[in-house]
């Protein structure tokens, strides 16, 4: 249906899309979900050891902020577009930030400092994964790099997928990347080569991991999450969600995936059934991490949200959602008051007779 508004701003949105951002609004709050309100979009996180998160924002810097207090207590100030992804050194010491400005910064996790800037990537850094000594970016130039994190020399330059890399995930031996051309490639982290490619998606593979297990799970834009035996390439789970997946992490018995349309899903591993439905956040929740029980999501809706992963509080949630629904829900009219219809109908009789 075609919209009518006389709001300019609103001119090229159509009567779903209005409805969806009206939606959205009523949902608009930064309190579910223990919520810490954040400056501008998150679009990663790393938590680490329940105390600390490190946030990628979209307005071109990291954060680091206590869990406890919610407060920020470094800011990493120096990309000059938004920041995808993050890396940390196994002791901490050192941050790595991939950024839209086709960089990637190295940072003194603790001061704040610039140690260097990573160049080599002709577009958009994606994704970063850390292997022993060595730093891996992915980027939309559809190449993986390689990089000595003790020299930031450019060891290698990898080239499979056909379009960008939008994920990576590592063990011992492989590294992982997923691409926006439906693939997932397996390389050789000691030939650097790739031995296999996991098939099946039918469009963007937008995130990665492995499990203790050595399964490979993944996210996609086909509304799907899969898990894949290694050894055979084969799927033994499909999870059909209703959006586009964004985001997952594994937590307990769980596995938990971040959507398109705001909620984050929570799946028991063993039977692949859904589970819970966490709604709290307003806009895509495009990162996930875990610490212990507790599983940390982050927003576009500038939030980054914490969660217990209990029998009892997953219930609580979903009962506290159900509690505000049922505020939202507009009460219904009585025999002698008009609805909201009627009431536009009317007015533009009103009109027509005035003129």
Not at 36 to 41: A, F, G, L, P, W
Not at 124 to 142: E, H, I, M, N, W
Not at 208 to 222: K, Q, R
Not at 278 to 304: K, R, T, W
Request: with cysteine; aromatic share 6%; charged share 25%.
């Amino acid at each position: 249906m075609a919209n009518t508004t006389s709001n300019a701003g609103l001119f090229f949105q159509s009567d779903a899309d209005l409805a969806k951002e009206k939606a959205k609004q009523a949902k608009m709050n930064y309190t579910v979900g223990d919520a810490m309100q954040i400056s501008t979009k998150v679009l990663a996180i790393k938590i680490v050891q329940g105390k600390y998160a490190f946030v990628a924002e979209s307005g071109s810097m990291a954060k680091r902020i206590h869990l406890e207090t919610k407060k920020v207590s470094k800011i990493y100030r120096g990309h000059t577009a938004p920041v995808t992804c993050l890396a940390l050194s196994h002791d901490g010491a050192i941050l790595w930030t991939g950024s839209w400005d086709k960089t990637i910064k190295k940072w003194d996790a603790k001061t704040g400092d610039c140690l260097a800037t990573l160049q080599g990537h002709s577009d958009f850094v994606k994704c970063l994964a850390l292997v022993g000594d060595r730093l891996y970016s992915g980027s939309a130039d559809t190449h993986i790099r390689q990089w000595d994190t003790a020299t930031d020399a450019c060891l290698a330059t990898m080239k499979h997928h056909g379009r960008s890399v939008e994920a990576l995930t590592a063990t011992a031996d492989h590294l992982f990347s997923a691409s926006s051309d439906r693939s997932i490639a397996q390389w050789s982290l000691a030939s650097l080569q790739v031995e296999k490619s996991f098939n099946g998606h039918d469009t963007n593979v937008t995130c990665l991991l492995v499990s203790p297990e050595d399964d490979l799970w993944s996210g996609s834009a086909d509304k799907t999450v899969r898990r894949w035996n290694i050894e055979t390439g084969e799927v033994d789970t499909t999870l059909t969600h209703p959006e586009r997946v964004k985001s997952i992490v594994l937590c307990g018995p769980y596995v938990v995936t971040g959507c398109s349309d705001d909620n984050i899903y929570v799946w028991d591993i063993a039977t692949g059934q859904r589970k819970h439905t966490l709604e709290g956040h307003f806009d895509e929740v495009g990162c996930l991490d875990a610490a212990g029980a507790i599983v940390y999501s982050g927003s576009l809706d500038n939030s980054l949200r914490r969660w217990e992963m209990t029998n009892a509080a997953l219930k609580r949630y979903e009962d506290e959602a159900t509690q505000r629904k049922l505020k939202l829900e507009p009460k219904k009219p009585s025999g002698t008051e008009m609805t909201e219809e009627e009431e536009r109908e009317l007015m533009e009789l009103l009109s027509d007779d005035d003129e």
